[in-house]
């Protein structure tokens, strides 16, 4: 296993032995060379030495030996050793010096490593510069300029190894998201991710951070080349890009993720993946997604009993403790989070969601703002900064807080959709018709986009069919909900179709039976049918006359 070695290259014997030395007789005390032979036992013990030094975490130990070997041979893999022990005891301007002086950035591993050097003294504009000039097309195909200079010195580790380009365009993305050029970090991202897809890394920024839309991932998934043995890793990608797909054709994704991962596992049931922590962390970003929130919290809560510090799994706990206005789980969440993670900006989104919760919405914003200054690309923060802005009525800010989450992460399609709705409340239609037209090209299966486009036409008093249209759309996706059905209801109700309007208030009565707007109406709906039949009937005057029921 590559890890074994914490990353320390396997060093062959160097190739000059000196020749054996001719016989003399020795004064006594007259000191004498050890055999090559014994010299090179000594050096590829104190490499062992090295490397089990890293794995103890006693990195001085292993930069004072790993200076010793690389002084004796000067060999490239001792100094390549060296320079990965002073890196990972955080000595990087050493590791950087060293691997300068070492006239080997030809290699791609020494390169790769004293650009992770630069990443960490966060001299990102260096970084770049280290990494070499490169260009990269908006699918994520590489022409590098330089292509034949690039040497790589431990060729046999490639097949068991994350290949070395894609660790590169990985870096490279970074050092561009860093440098606020999302357009080249999503580029180099996807050039990442298809020069290997083994590079997890580059498939979680992409997700995670939306800079894909719904369409961009599944293209991107079709053009990624998977080993033969690599059939569960393309499932389980196919799973985590999903959004708001038809619940059967999800449960399909995740059935054939439980065969493909056969092939890795000892059990022919796919046990091993099929309760997996990951897997299951993808369902309940699904159940969330399609607003099955009492089943996600479910999961999500028992998926914490087994690993409480599961940071994505705590993300989707988070958001679904929140929609369900758990107020007390919030807050001891909040209090484990900040104690045991107080430089990360999910701590303080988690305070700023209990205070939202119980309706505090200035500390609420001031915490999701503390959550935006450590981390700049964490998507729920800013839209919580939004949503509590908007709590207040306070329009301008609620918009600014939106437009930066939409600049910021072009694939979500939620700040969109959010403004559409700052614009319904300012009863400008037009404006919010194309906010949410534009958030349904990202995300077309999204069932609230469509319920919305149903409030706007009814609204603009468009023709009541366009508006029927739209609460239809929304209830063909798994969502079932109930503005979608009290509005196709209200819809009916004034095309006076007052049986189709009965129809779906009682739909969304069975979501919510204590809904009083529904309530109401269907009350209305029923007097207004019955009028209406009554007139229909011969002798209605007679019957009304004399007390009778009219219908």
């Known amino acids: 296993m590559r890890n074994s070695n914490f990353g320390f290259p396997r060093v062959l014997p160097t190739s000059s032995a000196s020749a054996e030395p001719s016989p003399k007789r020795r004064r006594i005390g007259e000191a004498t060379d050890p055999p090559p032979e ?13 490397r089990d030094s890293a794995g103890k975490h006693l ?5 004072f030996l790993a200076d010793k070997v690389a002084a004796a041979t000067g060999d490239p893999g001792d100094v390549y050793m060296l320079a990965q022990a002073l890196f990972l005891g955080r000595q990087f301007r050493r590791a950087l010096h060293l691997l300068n002086n070492s006239r080997l950035l030809r290699d791609l591993r020494f390169r790769f490593l004293a650009a992770k050097c630069l990443e960490e003294l966060k001299e990102w504009h260096q970084c770049l510069l280290m990494l070499g000039d490169a260009k990269v097309d908006e ?20 097949d068991h190894e994350i290949n070395i380009k894609s660790a590169l365009c990985f870096l490279r993305g970074k050092a561009y998201e860093a440098l606020d050029n999302r357009d080249l970090a999503r580029q180099w991202y ?4 298809k020069a290997d897809p083994l590079c997890y890394e580059a498939i979680e920024c992409l997700v995670d951070n939306y800079m894909l839309t719904c369409e961009e991932e599944v293209e991107l998934l079709s053009s990624l080349q998977f080993g033969e043995e690599d059939g569960w890793l393309s499932a389980f990608y196919s799973c985590l890009v999903t959004k708001h797909e038809k619940e059967y054709l999800v449960e399909a ?19 091993t993946m099929k309760n997996n922590i990951d897997v299951l962390v993808c369902k309940a970003e699904y159940y969330h997604q399609s607003g099955e929130y009492q089943k996600c919290f479910k999961l999500t809560s028992s998926l914490l009993e087994r690993d409480p510090f599961h940071l994505k799994c705590t993300l989707v706990h988070l958001a679904t403790a929140m929609e369900l206005g758990h107020c007390n789980d919030l807050y001891l969440l909040a209090c484990n989070l900040v104690k045991d993670y107080p430089q990360k900006a999910l701590s303080w989104f988690a305070v700023g969601c209990y205070y939202y919760c119980i309706k505090k919405y200035d500390q609420a914003r001031r915490y999701f703002g503390k959550a935006t200054g450590l981390d700049g690309a964490f998507p729920p923060a800013w839209i919580g900064t939004g949503i509590a802005y908007a709590a ?11 437009r930066t989450a939409a600049r910021l992460f072009p694939g979500c399609h939620l700040p969109t959709l959010y403004m559409g709705m700052q614009y319904v409340r300012m ?8 906010f949410f037209t534009q958030a349904k090209s990202i995300c077309p299966s999204d069932p609230l986009i469509h319920n919305e486009l149903g409030v706007v036409a009814y609204n603009m008093k468009e023709e009541y069919q366009k508006a029927v249209s739209y609460y239809a759309k929304a209830l063909t996706f798994p969502t079932k909900s109930l503005s979608a059905f009290a509005g196709l209801a209200y819809t009916y109700h004034l095309m006076d179709d007052f049986e189709a309007a009965i129809n779906y208030y009682h739909k969304a009565l069975w979501l919510k039976p204590d809904d009083q707007f529904c309530t109401d109406m269907l009350t209305y709906a029923l007097e207004s049918i019955c009028q209406i039949t009554a007139r229909r009937k011969p002798g209605r005057g007679l019957l009304t006359a004399t007390g009778g029921v009219t219908c």
């Open 38 to 50: 014994m010299r090179e036992e000594a050096l590829e013990r104190l490499r062992g030495v090295v």
């Open 59 to 63: 990195y001085t130990s292993a930069i």
């Open 139 to 158: 699918h994520g195909n590489v022409l590098d300029h330089d292509v034949g200079s690039d040497i790589y010195f431990d060729k046999d580790a490639e």
């Open 190 to 193: 996807k050039a990442a991710v």
């Open 253 to 271: 994704k995740f059935k054939e993720l439980e065969q493909e991962a056969c092939s890795i596992s000892s059990s022919s049931s796919g046990e």
């Open 392 to 402: 207040q009525e306070e329009g301008d800010q609620a918009m600014a807080a939106f």
């Open 427 to 434: 009863h400008n239609f037009k404006l919010a018709e194309q």
